[in-house]
């Protein structure tokens, strides 16, 4: 079975470093999103890229986080600096957008723990 | 703008007995409506879909859903509620056309006892 890949599955960093998130979706998909679910906010969406452009990015604190696909293989997300707030599970999705939508893959998540 | 709610963070069911998840939208325009399943540390599964044409949808693990246009509903249903489908389940709309921006509920965690 195709699957998104997200990489690391466990990051933990201290306050102020620079975290970096890869996601590579699955092959011939033309839409990711980016989602942050916590206990309590649960699943935002931060971000979301139709053919690698940004289509939203309102969900994302713009200060300290940024949203990119550099090509079609990978989508990555990066926060700087990180704060203790932004522990969490970050989840992409990734799907076909062509008409009716075949549905959206999950990928397993990246578990974040900011100290 | 899309919107989701879903009535109940928790639900409770005997094994054996009928499971029925709520879950009511808000769309503008003619909506794409979604169930997944959460299993714990995992990611989401898409569980079914309605998109067009019948609007009684079976999905995996012997779920089914009903788009209910008047009611601006689309409830989870399964006729006889297993140990393994203890989970949360989130119900999720996005628009037909345009961005299709993909909205989530804020769950459903499902409860089965023996």
């Known amino acids: 079975d195709a699957r998104v890949t997200q990489t690391p599955r466990h990051k933990v960093t201290e306050m102020g470093q620079e975290v970096t998130m890869r996601c590579q979706p699955i092959?011939?998909?033309?839409?990711v999103f980016w989602y942050r679910q916590t206990m309590m906010q649960g699943l935002e969406l931060l971000a979301y890229?139709?053919?690698?452009?940004?289509?939203?990015d309102s969900g994302m604190p713009k200060d300290r986080f940024s949203a990119e696909m550099p090509d079609a293989t990978l989508a990555t997300l990066k926060i700087q600096p990180s704060e203790p707030r932004d522990s969490a599970v970050y989840f992409c999705?990734?799907?076909?957008?062509?008409?009716?939508?075949?549905?959206?893959?999950f990928g397993s998540g990246t578990r974040l723990t900011v100290v | 703008a899309q919107s989701v709610t879903q009535l109940g963070s928790h639900v409770s069911v005997s094994e054996g007995a009928l499971v029925l998840l709520r879950c009511n939208y808000s769309s503008s325009v003619p909506p794409y409506l979604f169930w997944y399943v959460q299993y714990p540390n995992q990611g989401l599964q898409l569980l079914l879909k309605?998109?067009?044409?019948?609007?009684l949808v079976k999905g995996i693990n012997g779920f089914e859903a009903e788009f209910k246009k008047s009611e601006t509903s689309f409830h989870l249903t399964k006729p006889s509620a297993h140990m393994s489908d203890a989970a949360e389940y989130f119900c999720a709309v996005s628009a037909a056309t345009g961005f299709q921006k993909l909205v989530f509920g804020t769950g459903t965690r499902l409860l089965v006892s023996p």
């Open positions: 999705a990734s799907g076909l957008v062509q008409g009716p939508v075949t549905g959206y893959t």
């Open positions: 092959l011939g998909h033309n839409t």
């Open positions: 890229f139709r053919n690698r452009a940004p289509l939203d």
């Open positions: 309605y998109t067009t044409g019948a609007t």
